[in-house]
């Protein structure tokens, strides 16, 4: 009962959340949330012997798509290589557009776009957004608009299959979602110009696409998603935890090949809020690990945010202080990431 409570929740909230998105940019930024719910959901009928259909008329996969918010959670070498593949790729791609072949050798193309808020605050960048659709074996070369739209429409009729089959299960959100327009800005660049922002280190141009690559996600988490979707839902806490976990994880395998105090990174700040089992919980529509429930009898109440969960992880702290804790943290990742990502944005356009 309390997954289906909590699906129900998260279904309802993205429904409503997907027509209030009105800029694309942002809508892509949500995608691998949307892909996570949409994976979440067929693991957990699996479970229960039910199967739902992820195949698409697209070349992209769901998992594909979701296990990028794990933001290079894998060793390091193998991100590294697949940080600098994408940067290649998307060179490659805009050396070939240019219209006289002697221009490639000039480097005088753009192989990046930042997207920033009016208050220039970094939320997205088009490499990662290019990573984002990719395999395993970077399969994904050419990715044209009507692909995506058609990945879209498998989200979109998934989520509506879902709300459609619990429209009778109680109980009836309302869900706040905020209308609003988000500006959003844009400048381009060349990695291969000026884009090392550890001068000192012969990795720079690799350390600073994946710091910047986190730092999208991070700032996503503080700039845009408060904007949409109110603290007081669930799926706003269960984004930002799964953002914060990663986030810390890949900034702390990164610290350990940079020279010492080129980001001010302090791994014990973060430590009190990064539970294995709260964030399997966050990934996951289930309450349970190896056959036991994870929320304790103590705190188990169907009338508070996640059922008990939040206060038998983390010491009897409320929804509200967890949500307080969360924020903090993403904030002071955020200004530690932009200390050290600091592009010059003297010639931003509105998008």
Not at 68 to 76: A, E, P
Not at 229 to 254: D, F, G, H, P, Q
Request: glycine share 4%; proline share 3%; net charge positive.
């Amino acid at each position: 009962m309390l997954s289906i409570t909590t699906i129900k929740n998260d279904c309802e909230t993205i429904k409503a959340l997907i027509p209030a998105i009105s800029q694309p940019i942002i809508g892509l930024s949500f995608l691998p949330y949307f892909a996570l719910f949409c994976m979440a959901i067929s693991e957990y009928y699996r479970s229960k012997g039910l199967m739902i259909n992820l195949d698409n008329n697209s070349p992209f996969s769901v998992s594909d798509i979701r296990n990028k918010l794990k933001l290079f959670d894998d060793k390091y070498g193998k991100m590294q290589k697949q940080i600098l593949t994408v940067d290649n790729i998307q060179d490659m791609e805009f050396k070939n557009k240019l219209r006289f072949p002697i221009l490639k050798y000039l480097n005088l193309h753009y192989n990046l776009g930042i997207f920033v808020n009016e208050d220039k605050y970094i939320i997205g960048n088009t490499q990662y957004m290019y990573y984002m659709f990719q395999d395993k074996r970077f399969s994904k070369r050419d990715i044209k608009g009507e692909q995506v739209k058609e990945f879209s429409r498998l989200l979109g009729t998934l989520i509506n299959s879902v709300s459609q089959g619990l429209k009778n299960f109680e109980p009836n959100f309302h869900v706040d979602i905020y209308q609003r327009h988000y500006p959003v800005f844009y400048q381009d660049f060349n990695t291969n110009r000026n884009f090392n922002f550890f001068q000192s280190y012969k990795n720079g141009k690799d350390f600073s696409l994946r710091l910047l690559h986190v730092l999208c996600s991070v700032n996503f988490a503080r700039y845009v998603l408060d904007e949409f979707v109110s603290e007081n839902n669930i799926w706003s806490l269960r984004i930002k935890y799964i953002i914060m976990y990663y986030a810390y994880r890949s900034v702390e395998k990164l610290v350990k090949y940079l020279p010492n105090n080129t980001i001010r990174f302090a791994p014990t700040e973060y430590m009190e809020l990064l539970d294995g089992e709260f964030r399997s919980c966050m990934m996951h529509y289930t309450f349970i690990n190896k056959d036991s429930c994870i929320i304790s009898d103590d705190y188990l109440d169907h009338r508070t945010p996640f059922f008990g969960l939040i206060e038998s992880r983390f010491n009897g702290m409320s929804y509200d202080c967890l949500c307080k804790a969360i924020n903090q943290k993403i904030t002071i990742l955020s200004d530690i990431l932009s200390e050290a990502i600091r592009p010059n944005f003297t010639n931003c356009k509105p998008l």
